[in-house]
């Protein structure tokens, strides 16, 4: 086995808490989808997406390396959130949990000297910069808006690549 027990077992947490993150996108996309704001709920369904091909990145890199996947129990996300505004503070507190996990698992690599995972969890270091940085402008639109003008939400995202 080409990685310690311990980042094993970290990792196998992630690959947890990424699913779980797919599922809370999905379940704020179909929040979104009830207002309807159909541009809004696809970001997050993208979002959705992309949480579960992170896990799979995890998973394939376990395999990889000798190791052990052992997909941990998935939390059922939030139904229901508070406003538009409360949908992007929570991913963004949630994407701003995942940047602390990841710099935590890039702290274990560098403590066994880890170089194959060093090299693999950069990828995630620097997807976390990008993460952030698309929620932290998406709450700005949002509050500039305003729940009463969510249309220019959509507008704004309509003209996004």
Sequence with gaps: MLISK???????????LELFASNLYLSMAAYL????????AAMFAKQADEER???????????????TVKIPAIDAPPATF??????????????G???DRVNDLMTMAIADKDYAA?????WFVTEQVEEMGNMENLLK?????????LIMVEAYLSHQG
């Design 6 to 16: 311990k980042l094993n077992a970290a990792i196998n947490d992630e690959i947890g």
């Design 33 to 40: 989808e009830a207002y309807p704001l159909k541009k809004l």
């Design 53 to 67: 091909m992170h896990a799979l990145k995890f998973f394939k890199y376990l395999n990889e390396v000798g190791g």
């Design 82 to 95: 508070k406003s538009v505004e409360d949908v992007v503070k929570v991913a963004l507190k949630w994407e």
């Design 97 to 99: 949990e995942v940047t």
């Design 118 to 122: 060093q090299d693999f969890l950069r």
């Design 141 to 149: 639109i949002v509050q500039a808006a305003g729940e009463r003008s």
